[in-house]
């Protein structure tokens, strides 16, 4: 049995669940994403609520904001993982969080000195987003790199850990800063908060990093897809985590939307609502950092389940004090199912084809994103913003319930068990570019 993992029925420590910190390189790692995440969190505040007070609450523009930050996840995405290959990920790391320090500090002056458009977020957004398709797949690399294959699992939930630490620090930061400072100096303090993750890069050891030795072969994006098409065990969660990612992961838009149209609260509380939402998957974050082995295709289907309720009862919250906590019940949820989604993917793929099927797993995910945000968009410009909640919550609940009715029809042909192997790349929940279940 390999030390980083437990023995089925051990028991475990509390310490037991951060063991990966131990590892210096992942430990500075983790302190300047934390920082740089919260960042990123503080400036999506900013940012949404400076494109709603340019075009009197347009949910349109907003979407086509959301829209343009990942659709170079979509369209780069996979080039950017043949990127994390062939070079040094510690490098392209560095290059891209120095420019997307460039980009928020060029936007910082135009909201100070109030010569702010909307192209010029436009242009911001497509921006950020062009960086991150590079960041994503060198930045989940990484990670194995960084804590080699034997804490992988570790590292990973606590990626989403750490993550979602800085969601529910971020927002609310965010929105007392906005409402106290302006969006100027959030939006300059995120600029300097990508160097966190610049300096922490820089600080490590390179030695102690668990490289592939060079020269090592590897095949191309290609063959990764046909090897994914062959195995149906990989393609449900990927097509579940598709459609939810989609219709349900929208709450970039729906939220300041929620707030401003439907409560009509102030940029602080709107942060409040952001914070809930990642409350909850912070507490699913550490929960599935005691998850050793590979999560059956009934527990993903089953919190697919969970999360359509969740975020279809969010949809009907009758005040604001209510929609906090069933936001936070929503966010347990979201994250819950991603990550079963992608510890499904992670641990029964060859570890020869892993990279490559993890890079198209952050590809379905961030690239459901700019399509669902346009449709949405539009459904809650016309029926408000409580219907982008509702629809997400009733596709979710369909497209789980199809799912449980494939599995019942491929079960008694897959009678093969998938190996449990150690992952390649490390998951942790993608920041939403401008600076993400």
């Known amino acids: 049995m390999k030390a980083g ?56 523009a907003l979407g086509l904001v959301t829209a343009l930050q990942f659709t170079p996840v979509l369209l780069l995405a996979l080039y950017g993982g043949r990127l994390a290959d062939r070079y040094d990920k510690r490098a392209l790391l560095t290059a891209a969080n120095l420019v997307c320090a460039a980009l928020a500090a060029l936007l910082a002056p135009l909201m100070l000195t109030g010569g702010l458009r909307l192209w010029h977020l436009y242009v911001f957004a497509l921006g950020l987003g062009t960086a991150s398709a590079v960041e994503i797949p060198a930045r989940m690399s990484f990670v194995r790199e960084m804590v080699g294959p034997e804490l992988l699992p570790n590292a990973s939930a606590l990626s989403a850990a750490y993550f979602n630490t800085a969601r529910v620090v971020g927002p ?31 600080m490590m050891r390179p030695g102690e990093l668990h490289r592939a030795p060079p020269g090592t072969a590897r095949t191309g994006v290609i063959d990764g897809l046909r090897y994914t098409a062959s195995r149906p065990d990989l393609l449900l969660p990927l097509a579940l985590v598709a459609v939810i990612g989609l219709a349900g992961f929208n709450f970039q838009l729906t939220l300041p939307l929620l707030a401003k149209t439907v409560f009509h609260t102030s940029a602080a ?59 936070a019940v929503t966010g347990f949820t979201t994250l819950y199912f991603a990550q079963a989604a992608n510890h499904r993917i992670q641990l029964g793929a060859d570890p020869a084809y ?23 968009g539009w459904l809650t410009q016309h029926l408000g913003a409580r219907s982008g909640l509702y629809a997400g919550g009733v596709v979710s609940l369909a497209a789980a319930a199809a799912a449980m009715l494939v599995e019942r029809g491929v079960a008694p042909r897959t009678v093969q068990r998938p190996r449990t192997v150690v992952p390649d790349p490390a998951r942790e929940p993608v920041r939403p570019v401008p600076p993400g279940p």
């Open 269 to 327: 509380s709107f942060g409040l609502l952001t914070t809930a939402l990642a409350a909850g998957s912070l507490l699913a974050a550490l929960v599935t950092t005691r998850r050793t082995s590979r999560p059956s295709s009934r527990l993903v289907t089953g919190s697919a389940l969970a999360f359509g309720a969740a975020e279809t009862a969010a949809g009907w919250a009758p005040g604001y004090a209510t929609e906090l906590p069933l936001l």
């Open 5 to 60: 993992l437990h023995q089925e029925g051990a028991p475990r420590t509390p310490a037991g669940a951060f063991r990966s910190l131990s590892v210096r390189n992942f430990r500075l790692f983790a302190l300047g994403q934390v920082v740089s995440a919260a960042g990123t969190w503080m400036m999506v505040v900013a940012q949404d609520w400076s494109v709603l007070s340019l075009t009197g609450d347009s949910a349109t």
């Open 354 to 376: 892993s990279g490559r099927v993890l890079a198209l797993y952050a590809l379905i995910l961030q690239g459901s994103t700019p399509l669902g945000a346009l449709g949405v």
């Open 172 to 202: 609310a930061l965010g929105g007392l800063l906005v409402g106290w400072l302006g969006t100027g100096p959030v939006v300059l303090l995120n600029a300097v908060s990508y160097l966190a993750t610049v300096a922490a890069l820089r």
